[in-house]
């Protein structure tokens, strides 16, 4: 049954794209995308989500393209630097075109160095540290990046005017990152901001909040951290119960499956999203998306598996261009992705000459009874925010 | 101020009592045959996926799944013990080989039953805060608790009192003796693991009850409770309590005085000093008791 709704899905989408049949008599060409995610290990999480998305989207390019097919090669790099960059290297050596890199900047660092030397182009979502862009490769591009995040959050934050922050970071490179960019733009608003960093092994956060609710007294709560340490916080919150108004968290927070698993800690909880629940897509792409994934996953699309399918799409499109400027085999890819101009579910795709895409920003959703309500910026907003609101 | 201290020396028992629980198989493990189980917190997080199966599919509370804890972490251990009772030659040495091998695959195997996702109680009964005064902590990790203390004081009873605790001392001591007063030393090493398997059900639920578990948790688990093993001395029941209670005082305290940032590395600085100034642990081999 879903093999025939699939196959039904791909026909439509060949159909609607006016091509179908077009080159029936050519034997459509294929290239081969290596990919290293965290299927095992601390970000086996975020891997699977990375994966699910890439392989819809594997799927959506193969179905409106006649003339060139892609598939994906997947290595599991155990959430470790050494196993990505031997994985990058398997693949390279496999007949690979292009690379999608995996999670954490850490390990997309030295995993898109060894892209580099073996002259592969290298994409990814998962990796935010403004390290990465700074070293300058030629091959190197990625969607989003902390700056990205850093203007949604400053954004909401600056316009509920409180008069003091909390922000409780985890000492992870892309968390740390994103509080002290978050320190800089609330203090040079006005806005008193404390940070607490914890090391990710934390299981008990209860001391720190005890700190916040005695010693900084915030009307916010901000997390920069990851959804196990979401728990941990806003448990310990609801168990000393500060006197906040708000908590404020980023990424994999203002999701459907965050309310699904711990709709008692969710309420009126806010975090960075690019769609508001129940999904409304407008795109034809990605209501597309929406449908296929719901059919191979039997879910409602998830933050990080919109991130990956937006990178796997943008980078069939410049192999495709490549593919048929004839510069695919001769290591143009890199030049045709620099020439990306695209819309897509997180907006519009450019990237600049250090392979960043500066068009990236994101809304902020609010958690409200199992909807996720987009809540800044204006523009984007789809209802007014809860505040105060807690979820106590 | 008061206040502050005071959450923080509650909140380090708390969470020392629930290292306590998670660090008493593997040191009966270690105490019994010298064997350092480094699949222990993967025994422990399989416990705690016990308690997520069976509140996620019937409802009930996580410590409904005591039962099927006890059954399948049983048989886990047992196969373990099977395994490492092979190895001949360099026990201690090979055996933490197997059994970190065998914690990857336990991992493995958890990922692919359970996914990647975080897990934790939705009990609203077990989430609920409790307050004495002016300090806090939820009603689950009261229970996980009373729960460590309560096993604990069973342990040390049934090493010290009954026939099988006394044979596991035995053997402990020289297994080459204990097998000419007539104990089957490899039948008392069998019943250890099965006790050690028994502990790590009861820490993976308590543990499911008041924190979150994922695949990666295990590895976690595991150092922790060498930690407090090593801190306690080898074979020492109340000294894994006190190691455990002050390795969760140190990080609270940490936190609380400097920053949550440097928890671990207290925990870590402590090990190490216990280790300098005292190598056979708080409660080495001199003072051993249980």
């Known amino acids: 049954m879903v093999r025939k709704t699939l196959a039904s899905a791909t026909f439509a989408l060949a159909l609607a794209a006016g091509s179908a049949g077009a080159h029936a008599e050519d034997a459509p060409k294929t290239f081969t995308i290596g990919a290293h995610m965290p299927l095992t290990g601390t970000l086996a999480r975020s891997g699977q989500a990375f994966d699910e998305g890439m392989q819809v989207a594997v799927k959506m390019c193969n179905a409106i393209s006649p003339k060139y097919k892609v598939k994906v090669e997947v290595i599991d790099d155990e959430s470790t630097p050494a196993k990505a960059v031997s994985a990058v290297e398997k693949l390279a050596s496999s007949g690979a075109v292009a690379i999608i890199g995996g999670y954490g900047s850490n390990i997309v660092g030295p995993a898109s160095d060894a892209s580099d030397k073996l002259g592969k182009t290298y994409i990814t979502a998962g990796a935010v540290s403004d390290e990465l862009t700074a070293r300058g490769l030629k091959t190197f591009f990625r969607i989003n990046n902390n700056a990205g995040y850093e203007r949604g959050i400053a954004t909401l934050l600056t316009d509920l005017k409180p008069k003091s922050v909390s922000i409780i970071a985890s000492t992870k490179e892309a968390p740390a990152l994103l509080a002290a960019g978050l320190d800089k733009d609330l203090t040079a608003a006005g806005i008193k901001v404390t940070v607490h960093k914890f090391d990710p092994a934390i299981t008990d956060f209860k001391p720190i909040i005890n700190k916040i609710k005695l010693q900084d007294k915030p009307d916010i709560i901000m997390m920069s951290a990851y959804e196990n340490d979401y728990v941990g916080i806003i448990r310990a919150a609801k168990v000393l119960k500060p006197n906040v108004k708000l908590i404020v968290g980023t990424w994999s927070l203002a999701t459907p499956k965050m309310y699904t698993e711990f709709p008692d800690l969710m309420g009126n909880v806010v975090g960075t999203s690019f769609l508001p629940f129940p999904v409304e897509v407008k795109s034809e792409e990605g209501q597309t998306f929406a449908k296929l994934y719901k059919e191979m996953y039997k879910k409602d699309i998830e933050y990080l598996s919109t991130l990956s399918f937006v990178e796997t799409m943008v980078l069939c499109d410049g192999i495709f261009r490549a593919a048929e400027a004839g510069t695919l085999e001769s290591g143009g890819l890199s030049d045709e992705m620099r020439k990306t101009d695209r819309d897509s579910l997180l907006g519009r795709i450019q990237f600049d000459q250090t392979g960043d895409n500066p068009n990236f920003s994101l809304s902020m959703g609010q958690h409200r009874d199992g909807k996720i309500v987009l809540v800044s910026p204006k523009s984007a907003a789809t209802g007014e925010i809860v505040y105060p609101g807690l979820p106590w | ?290």
């Open chain 2, 1 to 290: 101020m008061t206040e502050l201290v005071l959450q923080a020396l509650f909140s380090g028992v708390l969470i020392g009592g629930v290292y306590a629980l998670v660090a008493l198989g593997l040191a009966l493990a270690f105490g019994a045959m010298r064997i350092i189980n480094l699949a222990h917190g993967e025994l422990v997080l399989l416990a705690a996926y016990m308690a997520y199966l069976v509140e996620s599919r019937t409802g009930l509370d996580p410590y409904f799944a005591i039962p099927l804890a006890l059954i399948v972490v049983g048989v886990a251990s047992w196969i373990l013990f099977l395994l490492v009772d092979r190895i001949k030659d360099h026990r201690e040495l090979n055996s933490l080989i197997l059994t970190f091998a065998i914690g990857i695959i336990l991992t493995n195997a958890i990922l692919l039953l359970f996914a990647s996702d975080v897990r934790t109680t939705s009990s609203a009964f077990l989430q609920d805060a409790v307050s004495f005064g002016d300090v806090y902590a939820m009603r689950g990790e009261l229970i996980a608790f009373v729960l460590a203390l309560v096993l604990m004081g069973v342990l040390w009873w049934w090493l010290k009192s009954s026939w099988y605790g006394r044979a596991v001392r035995a053997v402990s001591s020289n297994r080459g003796a204990a097998q000419l007063m007539g104990i089957n030393p490899t039948r008392i090493e069998t019943v250890s693991f099965l006790v050690a398997g028994a502990l790590a059900s009861f820490a993976g639920i308590a543990l499911y009850t008041m924190s979150v578990v994922q695949p990666a948790t295990g590895h976690a688990l595991t150092v922790k409770a060498f930690i407090i093993t090593v801190l306690a001395g080898v074979g020492s029941i109340p000294g894994v309590f006190l190691g455990a209670v002050l390795l969760g005082l140190t990080e609270a305290l940490t936190v609380t005085f400097a920053s949550s940032a440097l928890q671990e590395l207290a925990g870590m600085v402590l090990f190490l000093l216990v280790l300098f100034f005292m190598p056979n642990g708080l409660f080495g081999a001199r003072a051993r008791r249980g």
